[in-house]
């Protein structure tokens, strides 16, 4: 079958770093998505990866591995306002997402 | 990029009535997703609805139940029929902008269900 694991829930400081993994198993592969949701707003799209390698996107990067199926996104110098919940996603041969279940990232000072 | 507006944004409905949900879009988009999102889980996609054709339903979903109308590009709505506790959730609605069929998805605000 198709899975997507990440962990339920995380704790960071602010500015601090912190990374959140994400385990994808799929029937093919066109790409790992990750979006960004905080509490009672939608999703928003936060990177795309297709290729190995780690995309950087300011404050955020997101890696990939395709041989391992895995991907982490990557938040640094973390803000308050990042406390939300983090959502990996990956495109399966039909181009159907997969969705995790989410990271709850919590930000302490 | 998108601009999606959906409503309501909340509602409170009486078990066994039917609540339609409204998804307008600012663009004209081939491909329009409802999704549903139960208290602390992720997304689950219930249908993907193109203009001129029947929607196409996941499993576990039946057009009895979530009937969805796709007019033109710029919108669409799905019924949550005979409804029960059980269908209590966050429903969005959602588009994918984007290159092929690799491009992001933008959401919608998210109708708020609760069901007596």
């Known amino acids: 079958g198709q899975n997507i694991d990440q962990p339920t829930e995380m704790t960071a400081t602010e500015g601090a770093i912190v990374q959140i993994n994400c385990t994808y198993q799929?029937?093919?592969?066109?790409?790992l998505f990750w979006y960004q949701q905080h509490a009672g707003e939608a999703p928003t799209f936060l990177s795309y990866n297709v290729l190995d390698g780690l995309e950087e996107k300011g404050r955020f990067s997101s890696f990939l591995s395709r041989s391992k199926g895995y991907s982490y996104l990557l938040l640094k110098e973390l803000q308050m306002k990042d406390s939300a919940s983090y959502l990996c996603?990956?495109?399966?041969?039909?181009?159907?997402?997969?969705w995790g279940a989410g990271t709850k990232l919590i930000i302490k000072p | 990029s998108a601009v999606i507006s959906q409503k309501p944004s909340r509602d409170i409905c009486q078990r066994g009535t039917s609540l339609t949900i409204q998804c307008q879009v600012d663009s004209q988009v081939t491909m329009m997703f409802w999704y549903r999102q139960q208290p602390g889980q992720s997304l689950t996609l219930i249908a993907t609805a193109n203009q001129g054709s029947e929607a196409t339903y996941e499993s576990g979903f039946v057009i009895d139940k979530f009937p969805i109308s796709r007019p033109n590009l710029t919108f669409s709505t799905l019924t949550v029929s005979n409804m029960s506790p059980e269908d209590s959730s966050i429903y969005l609605c959602?588009?994918?902008?984007?290159?092929?069929?690799?491009?992001?998805?933008?959401f919608g605000e998210g109708s708020r269900l609760t069901v007596l």
């Open positions: 799929t029937s093919g592969f066109n790409g």
């Open positions: 959602s588009v994918e902008v984007g290159q092929g069929r690799t491009g992001e998805l933008f």
């Open positions: 996603a990956a495109k399966d041969s039909n181009y159907q997402l997969i």
